[in-house]
């Protein structure tokens, strides 16, 4: 079945980066591209980017470009997820999320879920 | 970037009836539009893609409907697992966005 495990829950300083891992079992990990979702205490999602398995090239939501880093493990099956120069409002879950095409082309749209990993950032 | 408003915020309705949820777009969308459900404490679940097909394994009481810039999720006949709150997405245009979700609460 197809799973994706996070990591878990991590508290932070304002200025520190954290990194969230996805760990992919269950399907074919090269086929499905990975984005990832942000929630922020009581409120809605927001999509950050995502990377393409094979290969590792990633598309960052404008928001977060130039501070978030996404990255993929082929060996561990595993992708990451790196926020920097943290802030109070970067307090949130953190889902990683499958794209639900398996082809070519990309969704968009979101299939498995993992089960979201709370950051925390306070002095 | 495309704003997408659900209503009603929250919705209170009783177990066996019938639910209908709404998402508007700021600007059309075509059918690129998806539908999840997210209980308290868990990550969302896909319920609805292209606007009107059902998900893998989600019950034929949920259907949706629309385009462009208006659509509808319907329950036919609410159960208890249904309560929870309900977030529609558009996939049309980078940045890809959600709705602010509407709680579906029992009455």
């Known amino acids: 079945q197809v799973q994706l495990v996070q990591s878990g829950a991590e508290v932070k300083k304002p200025g520190a980066s954290v990194k969230v891992s996805c760990k992919a079992s269950g399907y074919t990990f090269n086929r499905y591209y990975i984005h990832w979702v942000r929630q922020a205490p009581g409120q809605g999602l927001e999509w950050m980017g995502l990377?393409?398995?094979?290969?590792?090239?990633?598309t960052y939501a404008q928001k977060f470009q130039g501070r978030v880093t996404m990255t993929r493990d082929t060996s561990t099956t595993t992708f990451n997820m790196e926020l920097s120069s943290l802030r109070s409002e970067d307090t949130a879950v953190y889902f990683c999320?499958?794209?639900?095409?398996?082809?070519?082309?990309?969704?968009?749209?979101?299939?498995?879920w993992g089960q979201g990993t709370l950051v925390t950032v306070s002095s | 970037e495309i704003v997408m408003t659900e209503s009603p915020a929250t919705l209170s309705a009783s177990p066996g009836e019938r639910a209908t949820l709404s998402c508007r777009a700021s600007?059309?969308?075509?059918?690129?539009l998806a539908w999840y459900q997210q209980k308290s404490g868990q990550a969302p679940r896909l319920l609805i893609f292209g606007a009107s097909t059902r998900a893998t394994g989600i019950p034929a009481r949920f259907s949706g409907s629309g385009s462009g810039t208006e659509f509808t999720l319907t329950i036919s006949s609410l159960q208890s697992e249904d309560f929870a709150v309900y977030y529609c997405?558009?996939?049309?245009?980078?940045?890809?966005?959600f709705g602010q979700g509407t709680k579906l609460e029992i009455k």
């Open positions: 990377i393409n398995p094979s290969g590792g090239v990633t």
């Open positions: 600007q059309s969308v075509s059918s690129n």
């Open positions: 999320a499958r794209d639900a095409s398996g082809t070519y082309y990309v969704a968009y749209y979101f299939d498995y």
């Open positions: 997405q558009q996939y049309s245009k980078w940045p890809y966005t």
